[in-house]
């Protein structure tokens, strides 16, 4: 509460410890016949909240306390709940939801929906599911935080630069790998091996930058720029032991995801200032900084579909 009130945050977690086993059956397991790290789990959030409670009550009229549920099942976690709010809470957290299905995510929400009443506001803690804004929703969530937007950009393979289709649903397109070859540890490793020559390797890195540059200036055609990338792309990934008809079919289906994204030239559609400023480069999967960048402009994409999506609800 100290550490929360020195901050000027407006709200708080009750200090939890994390569950980790969700029982997808529930019903069967009461606080008696759990393992014993889980009931102590449970028992000490509790306890810490109780307390938290209390001394929350000294940061300040502008903070708001949130208790944090954790649990092994809906049902546990429902009791957890309702154990929080006759302390006093009115706004709860959910924990330990990260590795959960959606469905069990929704299974927890409707147990805690029944369990409390309405004005007991709601928080989703580290929800990844974002495409899933419809069940928050539906129960009456008030409010989720993320880290998917920006973690997405660069620890998705695919999935990994967000668009807003006409239709308001969140899709994605996939970023064109130029890794710097000085730096590249596959890269490094097969300099090592004698496999590749670094200088090589940098003048086909060298291309394919300057390859998806001109394309998107004008100044070359998809087919140039794709033959760019792809070059690269094939050092890249070469691997000895694959048949050359399984490096075909693998470079055959990268170059049509590649063709996709640069074809249809998506930065230029985005509002955002990192599309506005570094225009084509955001698309470019490449080093930390720019990575990043990506990650604030899926951040503006989703926001925008948070925005949408809420307006279109009220
Ligand atoms: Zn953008």
């Known amino acids: 509460a100290e550490f929360y009130a020195d901050g000027g945050f407006t709200h708080g977690c009750s200090p939890d410890h994390l569950i980790f086993d969700f029982d997808d059956i529930g019903l069967t397991r009461t606080i008696d016949d759990v393992p014993e790290d ?16 209390k001394s929350a009550a000294g940061v300040g009229p502008g903070f708001t306390p949130m208790g944090v549920i954790q649990g092994w099942s809906a049902e546990s976690m ?15 957290a959910i924990g330990g939801t990260v590795p959960l299905r959606i469905d069990q995510i929704r299974r927890v929400l409707q147990a ?46 695919r999935k990994n630069y967000w668009v807003r289709t006409a239709d308001g649903d969140l899709s994605y397109y996939t970023a064109i790998r130029i890794p710097q070859a000085t ?52 050092a890249l990934n070469w691997r000895d032991e694959a048949s050359p008809s ?16 640069l074809g249809d030239r998506p930065w230029e559609r985005c509002s955002c200032r990192v599309c506005r400023e570094s225009g084509v480069e955001a698309v470019i999967f490449r080093t930390s900084n720019r990575n990043k960048r990506r990650g604030i402009h899926n951040l503006h994409v989703f926001h925008t579909h948070l925005s949408e999506f809420r307006q279109e609800s009220i």
């Open 38 to 53: 889980v009931r102590r789990r449970y028992e000490i959030t509790l306890q810490n909240a109780a307390e938290f409670y």
């Open 112 to 157: 805690l929906r029944e369990a409390l009443p309405d004005r007991i506001r709601l928080h989703l803690l580290g929800f990844g599911k974002i495409e899933e804004l419809a069940a928050l929703e539906q129960y009456g969530v008030t409010s989720f935080d993320t880290t998917s937007p920006l973690l997405r950009a660069f620890k998705d393979a």
């Open 246 to 261: 399984r490096r075909a079919d693998a470079a055959t289906r990268q170059r049509k995801v590649y063709a996709h994204t």
């Open 78 to 92: 429902a009791q957890a709940a309702r154990n929080l709010a006759s302390m006093g809470y009115d706004y709860l």
């Open 183 to 234: 730096q590249n540890n596959k890269l490094k490793h097969k300099a090592l091996e004698g496999s590749l020559n670094q200088e090589d390797a940098r003048r086909l890195e060298d291309a394919a930058l300057r390859g998806v540059r001109a394309y998107a200036d004008g100044g070359a055609t998809l087919d140039q720029s794709l033959d760019a990338v792809m070059d690269y792309w094939a």
